[in-house]
């Protein structure tokens, strides 16, 4: 296994000169787990030397969620934490759970899974910004901006470290003026925490097989906005969710609507990529959800601020890959601790950077045992109780309620476990399926169309970089999926990258990747595999704010 070398593009690339920097670990991700896991680590041992690595430009800036969090890790993690609170910090104070038709609205009864009394909501985003300056105050050394472009291996095939990508690099391949090339960062163990769908751990997994013997991996795309409207509307710390409409029966979605102080409010709207109607579009059901009679008033005459989207890992216990190789580990939503029920993952990040923490310091900075160590946790224990609510759905809500109501009674007791199918290979062709009338209506509040969206991302890629949208064959595109599927990158993606065009030389697939904000649901849903999302240039992307 370890002399596999199927993603090893050292060899591919001529030789340049690289600067070398060397610590005991490099962490690849500024987010939850990866924050937790350096402060955890040089709590336990100071004088450990750790890097931490975040492709986005600031810390933060690429990290979304809805968010309300359970403390428990965290109050484990920083106890005092509360004398100095993140910047969007409400404590929870009632949930509301409600069934939506097309015109009304049922109130169901809250889930236990999901009642958050002691719980807060917060900013991941900001939370994460605020995390950082108290990993550095431990010794931590973390660079924004710095995006991994692929892992460094030694001769048996050990994981030995990361390699920047290059700066300066034209869309053509060629150097411009400014070019820089990426240094090597190499360490004693390198920590993968790079979130859902992390492009460095999918080579990985297929590299050294981490997947055999695991359900493949599930995915959902969340996207949420935050908004400003009138303070008296707004009553901070209530928390509503939603099922139904507009979804399907047969398409797994929800949204969610969090209450925050100063007149915000947090919504959005979660999209299961299991889906099979080649005509279903994420991003405009979001909209016409926002557009219903029970939300839209809460929102008339206020102002967005802020949106984006991202992928939510959803396989649960069935899906988890072996999280442990020669030379590296994997953390938080990379390796995919996600409770789909209770909607939060946040929690587990805080556990398993910390867990992760505390078996690194105790053997020598080795990731022998790291699997076991953590399927052995709580954080997998809870996940074993919940691992059948998600797969149910498949078979229509109802089954997939009635189902979650067994689960929830028995604590997962089931002697089943149903299994998981890729994303990729949901989606139903053309002919096959008929597409139902979801009653989608006029949609009359911002923002009116995908760009628009994406201007409220605040998305920025340098136009003369390389394409970090690897489609490795665009044939298929115009010839077989235009016939079978009818196109849908065009509808799955919500920032409008991939477009079908008629020009001259015929209907071609145009790629706009200066609009992509890293969600990573064209690589996920792709029904034939062909798109490979890489990472841009370090700081290219969204620029979150508060989300």
Not at 44 to 68: F, Q, R
Not at 79 to 87: K, L
Request: aromatic share 8%; net charge negative; charged share 20%.
């Amino acid at each position: 296994m370890a002399g596999q070398h199927a993603e090893n593009t050292m060899s591919e690339t001529p030789e340049i000169e690289r600067d070398v920097m060397e610590y005991d670990v490099v962490t690849v991700g500024a987010g939850p787990a990866g924050l937790s896991f350096a402060i955890r680590l040089k709590q336990l041992n100071p004088d450990i030397s750790v890097c931490v690595i975040e492709k986005a430009s600031t810390i933060g800036a690429h990290i979304l969620s809805g968010a309300v969090i359970e403390t428990g890790p965290l109050d484990a993690l920083l106890p005092n934490w509360r004398d100095n609170p993140p910047p969007v910090c409400v404590p929870a104070k009632e949930d509301e759970f409600w069934l939506l038709s097309k015109t009304g609205a049922r109130k169901l009864p809250v889930p236990p899974g999901m009642n958050n009394h002691g719980n807060v909501i917060v900013s991941l985003s900001a939370m994460c910004a605020w995390l950082a300056p108290q990993a550095e105050a431990l010794g931590v050394e973390i660079y924004p901006g710095f995006a991994a472009s692929e892992t460094l291996h030694d001769e048996s095939g050990a994981v030995i470290g990361v390699r920047i990508g290059d700066m300066g690099v034209a869309k053509d391949g060629s150097h411009k003026p400014g070019y820089t090339p990426g240094i090597d960062i190499r360490a004693k163990v390198t920590v993968l925490a790079e979130g859902a769908r992390g492009h460095l751990t999918k080579r990985l997994v297929k590299q050294f097989r981490l997947d055999e013997g695991h359900d493949p991996q599930t995915y959902s795309i969340g996207i949420k906005e935050l908004w400003q409207v009138p303070e008296e509307r707004v009553t901070p710390g209530k928390i509503v969710h939603t099922l139904g409409w507009p979804a399907d029966n047969a398409t797994y979605g929800g949204s969610f609507l969090y209450h925050l102080d100063k007149g915000r409010i947090a919504l959005g709207f979660v999209s299961g990529l299991d889906y099979k109607d080649p005509n279903y579009r994420p991003w405009e059901a979001f909209q016409q959800w926002k557009n219903h009679p029970s939300v839209k008033p809460l929102l008339e005459g206020g102002n967005i601020v802020s949106a984006g989207a991202r992928a939510i890992v959803t396989g649960g216990w069935q899906s988890l890959p072996t999280c442990e190789m020669p030379g590296a580990i994997l953390i938080g939503d990379t390796a995919g601790l996600l409770n789909v029920p209770k909607i939060k993952g946040t929690h587990q990040a805080f556990r398993s950077g910390m867990l992760a923490a505390e078996h690194l310091a105790a053997n020598a900075l080795s990731p022998a045992g790291w699997d076991a160590k953590l399927r052995g946790s709580e954080a997998m224990a809870e996940l074993r109780e919940v691992r059948n609510v998600k797969p149910a759905f498949k078979r229509g809500l109802w089954f997939g309620l009635l189902n979650a109501a067994w689960e929830t009674v028995t604590r997962g007791k089931s002697p089943w476990t149903l299994k998981n199918k890729p994303d990729w290979c949901q989606m139903e062709k053309l002919a096959e399926y008929e597409s139902p009338d979801r009653g989608w209506g006029e949609r009359t509040l911002a923002p009116r169309d995908r760009l628009a969206g994406v201007y409220f991302a605040a998305t920025e890629h340098d136009e003369d970089q390389p394409v970090h949208l690897k489609v490795l064959d665009t044939s298929i595109c115009v010839e077989r999926c235009t016939v079978e599927y009818g196109n849908p990158c065009t509808r799955f993606c919500p920032a409008g990258v991939y477009e079908m065009v008629e020009d001259s030389e015929g209907r071609r697939l145009q790629i706009n990747a200066a609009n992509c904000v890293h969600c990573k649901t064209c690589d996920i849903k792709d029904p034939y595999e062909i798109i490979n999302w890489v990472t841009p240039e370090g700081g290219s992307g969204p620029n979150y704010q508060m989300l």
